[in-house]
């Protein structure tokens, strides 16, 4: 199964959890399922090499597995459990070294906010295009023809995506101390893209949604 | 912190509406921004030598401030500022954007005639920084100013 999810095959995967499911064996597919995505997620935020590119390679694992959960799941409750479960496991995993003292780790954390401080100051134009939510649609979704590029929206729509990221993070401090940091440079430079955006950020970390 | 953003805001409209009533110079045009400490992160205090030019600009800004406030102290972080600068190249007149540093090893060179060089000493002496982290700053400083053309 790990060579089908490494090659994104969905409907082969759909046809296998298909036929699971007759026999009401669909949540076999679990544990291999959790243990693909936390060799998957630590791989990627373990990689020093390809560091400034985690926060994008973490959005785009987390929009494929939701496809796949979605779509060749059947949104299987004990399936989407797993997900979330694993998700959280690697993400705060410690390196193995004696320095890190089995505190959760935090380079994820600061990655994070970086990125946020990206959107903020850049708008639209800092989101990678594979992550544009108007790009070609996955595999598996419907074709929707009359979509209106928005700025606003679409940097809304990746804060959102990075909040739900944020959300399985343990080291929230490190998180908010980067943040408050950028959000001071940017208000005293005048770097913000849109001061709408910098407040619902704000309204969201808040109030947790 | 977009409280502190907006009050200064304000308290600059204010300022310069003052100025301008008694018939004072609005050059070289300032914009401060006042932060309350406690709901900013901490900067260091790094000492350096203003100009005097830019100097009693502040300096003005400062008792119109604490006239207004009287409880309050100003603690100025230089470190944060930047500034526009209008150079002029034999190509022609530049704005540069830089920072507050840069501007002050940039404006060393008013003192001097085109083309004479200025030792690293003196820039050391007259802007009282601790060289090593701003070498970089001079390094870009200087590029700036010999530019022959652009």
């Not at chain 1, 373990?46 to 979605?70: C, H, N, P, S």
């Not at chain 1, 380079?107 to 903020?120: F, H, R, S, T």
Request: net charge neutral.
């Amino acid at each position: 199964m790990a060579d089908l999810l490494d090659e994104n095959a969905v409907d082969d995967l759909k046809s296998l959890y298909s036929l699971l499911s007759i026999k009401g064996l669909g949540a076999k597919l679990r544990p291999a399922f959790e243990k693909w995505i936390e060799d998957t997620g630590s791989g990627i935020v373990f990689d020093e090499k390809e560091e400034g590119a985690m926060v994008e390679k973490l959005l785009a694992l987390k929009k494929q597995l939701d496809l796949i959960w979605r779509v060749a799941f059947q949104r299987d409750d004990g399936i989407g459990h797993g997900l979330r479960e694993s998700f959280e496991t690697f993400i705060n995993k410690t390196k193995r070294t004696s320095a890190t003292w089995n505190t959760d780790n935090s380079k994820p954390g600061e990655m994070i906010a970086k990125y946020v401080d990206q959107l903020l100051r850049g708008g639209a134009k800092a989101i990678p295009a594979a992550l544009f939510s108007v790009a070609k649609q996955a595999q598996g979704e419907e074709e929707n023809e009359d979509i209106v590029y928005d700025e606003d929206s679409e940097v809304n729509n990746q804060l959102d995506q990075v909040l739900d990221l944020f959300r399985f993070v343990h080291g929230k401090a490190v998180f908010e101390a980067f943040y408050k940091k950028d959000l001071a440079r940017r208000l005293l430079m005048g770097r913000s893209a849109s001061a709408d955006a910098e407040r619902s950020m704000l309204t969201r970390l808040k109030t947790g949604t | 912190m977009f409280k502190d953003v907006e009050l200064s805001r304000e308290e600059m409209t204010s300022y310069k509406s003052v100025l301008a009533e008694r018939g004072e110079d609005l050059t070289p045009d300032i914009s401060v921004n006042i932060l309350s400490a406690s709901a900013w992160p901490s900067y260091p205090d790094i000492p350096v030598i203003i100009p005097q030019a830019v100097k009693s600009t502040l300096d003005r800004f400062e008792s119109h401030y604490k006239n207004k406030h009287s409880n309050r102290k100003l603690d100025w972080k230089h470190a944060l500022a930047h500034c526009q600068v209008i150079s002029n190249f034999p190509n022609g007149r530049k704005e540069l954007v830089v920072s507050s540093f840069q501007a002050i090893v940039l404006m060393l060179f008013n003192d001097f005639k085109i083309n004479e060089k200025v030792s690293y000493e003196y820039i050391k002496e007259a802007t009282g920084l601790r060289m090593q982290p701003y070498c970089p700053l001079i390094s870009i400083a200087n590029w700036f100013r010999q530019r022959p053309k652009n």
